[in-house]
């Protein structure tokens, strides 16, 4: 007899949840900005028109759902994007700002993204000339730059504001513009405001925190909405608004991660129980303590005064209650 995590039907539904996407309201606007920026670009390029470019940027703190989201956009817009492998066309380009964000190690970084790995070492200028070359060779429509908020640690303001004139030449370019897609930590805030042009070229998106008094109803909806997928039962226990503030505080506040939270804690109620499983708090206690290895005193689920816990913090460090 096949044991529950090994069930083909129940490792499916673990999977259902675990590729489920729950839109934010973030999200609403990431995606009718996104499709306005392409349609507007799509349009152009059919009337042979060449114009300054627009942006969006995407800002929350770490566990808001940034990466998520993007990963949502691109989901939904693939068969609406050409990506025709490494070394053909492609219409968004994304890569990770690297640190420390140089003029040169960020051109070089975009140009691996380009798929045109640089051989010989080059100066900045050259590399970032590379670059619009390739977006042009590939059609290039967008570039999202993820951790963009390192592209304003440990610079100058000269630094700064070499970059702010890169990214505007980006999207002002005369021969191929490209759209800026910036997610990043609040940090990139910085970055945008450092120059007035560039400002009023981004749409701005900020995920913003849970609110412990406005959010209980907004998180029960979210649990049962999982719970509906997976057709899973719920405890009476998951059903109240202390619950609510609870799973919060453990997320600190922020929406992806409590998603989290949930997709982990029906995991484990159905490996554990199978087609007959009914999530409880103590599901979520589990996978609390699975990734911070605190014990009962600082576990928000279980401690009775949670909001004293900080939970970013892992392991006891001698600070539970006897």
Avoid at 142 to 160: I, N, P, S, V, Y
Avoid at 226 to 238: E, F, L, M, P, W
Wanted: with cysteine; glycine share 6%.
């Amino acid at each position: 007899m096949k044991t529950n995590k090994s069930n083909p039907e129940v490792r499916q539904i673990i999977q259902d949840i675990r590729g489920a996407y729950v839109p934010t309201m973030a999200y609403d606007r990431l995606d009718e900005y996104f499709d306005q920026l392409l349609e507007q670009r799509r349009a152009d390029l059919a009337e042979g028109i060449v114009s300054d470019l627009r942006g969006i940027v995407l800002v929350g703190r770490s566990g808001a759902g940034k990466t998520t989201a993007m990963q949502e956009l691109r989901r939904r817009y693939r068969k609406r994007l050409v990506y025709d492998g490494p070394d053909g066309l492609n219409e968004m380009i994304s890569l990770k700002v690297p640190s420390p964000a140089t003029m040169k190690f960020v051109a070089t970084a975009a140009l691996h993204a380009a798929g045109y790995p640089l051989v010989r070492d080059r100066s900045a200028a050259v590399i970032w000339g590379l670059v619009k070359q390739q977006f042009k060779l590939r059609k290039t429509l967008f570039m999202h730059m993820d951790e963009a908020q390192d592209l304003a640690q440990h610079q100058t303001d000269k630094e700064r504001q070499a970059i702010v004139n890169t990214l505007k030449s980006l999207m002002e370019n005369s021969q191929w513009p490209v759209g800026l897609l910036l997610t990043g930590m609040p940090g990139l805030k910085s970055i945008i405001n450092q120059d007035a042009q560039l400002a009023r070229r981004m749409y701005p998106i900020e995920i913003e925190r849970l609110s412990p008094y406005a959010g209980q109803d907004q998180v029960l909806g979210l649990v049962a909405r999982y719970c509906d997928r997976a057709k899973v039962q719920r405890d009476d226990n998951v059903r109240e608004a202390e619950f609510a503030l609870r799973l919060m505080h453990a997320a600190d506040y922020e929406f992806g991660l409590l998603a989290q939270f949930i997709v982990e804690a029906l995991t484990r109620a159905l490996r554990a129980n199978g087609l007959e499983a009914c999530l409880s708090r103590r599901h979520f206690a589990e996978v609390y303590h699975m990734r911070t290895a605190v014990g009962p005193g600082l576990n928000p689920f279980l401690a009775e005064d949670f909001h004293r816990i900080d939970p970013r913090q892992c392991f006891d460090e001698g600070d539970e209650d006897a």
